[in-house]
């Protein structure tokens, strides 16, 4: 869990993804340990920032596309999520979905499924805690 006075934290709302991530979840699996040290369910939760948009930290983790032989890099972002360690994951080719930008657009990965484990679902409000970065408010 992030302990730190900077501590940001951002509401969402729960909502479906285009479910396009599980597939890069696991052929990026080997590259996602050793960027994070934790071993990612193949699936991510999307949170969409309700009063706010967030913004990468300078030293973000990164995967180039260089690493894996493909088309897009990613950032990611360690998070604390209903108390889970998990990360913020990014591409750099997001330009956002459905009239968001991608800085409002969360994609939590986590080594459990946290729409199981926390009985959650569409539309639920949901607080992140993130301690780097810049929060901006719309």
């Known amino acids: 869990q992030i302990n730190s006075p900077q501590v940001m934290k951002l509401l969402g709302e729960i909502r479906t993804g ?3 991530f599980s597939f890069w ?3 990026l699996l ?3 340990i050793q ?4 071993i990612f369910f193949p699936v991510t939760l999307n949170v969409h920032l309700i009063e706010c948009k967030y913004y990468f930290p300078l030293d973000c983790i990164r995967l180039e596309k260089e690493e894996y032989g493909g ?3 990613i950032s990611m972002t360690p998070c604390t999520i209903l108390a889970k360690n998990a990360y913020i994951l990014r591409t750099d080719s997001d330009r956002g979905k ?3 930008s991608p800085e409002q657009i969360l994609e939590i990965a986590t080594d459990v499924k946290l729409r199981d484990e926390f ?3 569409d539309g639920d409000l949901i607080e992140v805690e993130v301690n780097k970065g810049k929060m901006l408010k719309i």
């Open 25 to 27: 979840m696991e052929k």
């Open 98 to 100: 459905h009239g968001y």
């Open 71 to 73: 088309t897009v890099s």
């Open 18 to 20: 285009k479910n396009d």
């Open 35 to 38: 960027k994070t040290g934790m």
């Open 30 to 32: 080997p590259y996602y």
């Open 119 to 121: 009985k959650l679902r």
